[in-house]
Structures are given as structure tokens and as C-alpha cells.
Nanobody
């Protein structure tokens, strides 16, 4: 599993942005995927996770109803659609792969992408 996140940028509050995370390896379909973020001066926190088929999804309370995680196994890619962005969503966003679905902790993930910066101005 080799993850490459992209799609970050500078947007205004209320705007939308879609992040992508592509896996150049061959085992993508066997992994649950997650998104985490690290805001300036804060610890990395869980955002969302999706199981291998896309049939099970879980969000953090802070993004539920605004963000949508999805995956396209044919393209080895997981997405994070972010709507109604707020300045407090400003962070480096990381994608990660886990052998088991359901973890909201960093330790539950086996592989990590390099991160993509999202900046939301007020």
C-alpha cells in the first residue's frame, strides 16, 4: 500500500473541497480507509473511515453531516468530500489504510499518506 493524498488548497468559509487519496499498490481493496487531520498546534485527530466495500462508514462528530467519505476500488482511490467548510477545518489531512475497519485511533492504521494542506479562511 502506497498512499498519495491530494486536493488540498485555500478556500473560504462555506466553500467545498474534495480530497483524493490514491494507492499505487495492489492491496487497496483489502483495506479499510480513513482520513485524519492535524490542525496547527493540535494532535492528529480522526475524521472518517470507510470499510473495504464502502458499506460501513463512520464520522467524527465535528464533520458528520458536512463531510462524505467514499471510495472507488476500481481506481484504488478514497475521497473526502468536504462541504460547508469552516476555519476550524484548517489542517493537514492524511489518508490511512487499516487491515481492520472501525478504528478511530492512529494506532489502528497500518499505512499513511503524506498529507495535504487545507486552509479555510473566514
Amino acid at each position: 500500500v502506497q498512499l498519495q493524498a491530494s486536493g488540498g488548497g485555500l478556500v473560504q468559509a462555506g466553500d467545498s473541497l474534495r480530497l483524493s487519496c490514491a494507492d499505487s499498490g495492489r492491496a487497496f481493496q483489502g483495506y479499510a480507509m480513513g482520513w485524519f487531520r492535524r490542525a496547527p498546534g493540535k494532535e492528529r485527530e480522526f475524521v472518517a473511515t470507510i470499510n473495504w466495500s464502502g458499506g460501513a462508514i463512520y464520522y467524527s462528530d465535528s464533520v458528520r453531516g458536512r463531510f462524505t467519505i467514499s471510495r472507488d476500488n476500481a481506481k484504488n482511490t478514497v475521497y473526502l468530500q468536504m462541504n460547508s467548510l469552516k476555519p476550524e477545518d484548517t489542517a493537514v489531512y492524511y489518508c490511512a489504510a487499516a487491515a481492520l475497519y472501525g478504528s478511530t485511533q492512529r494506532g489502528g492504521y497500518d499505512y499513511w499518506g503524506q498529507g495535504t494542506l487545507v486552509t479555510v479562511s473566514s
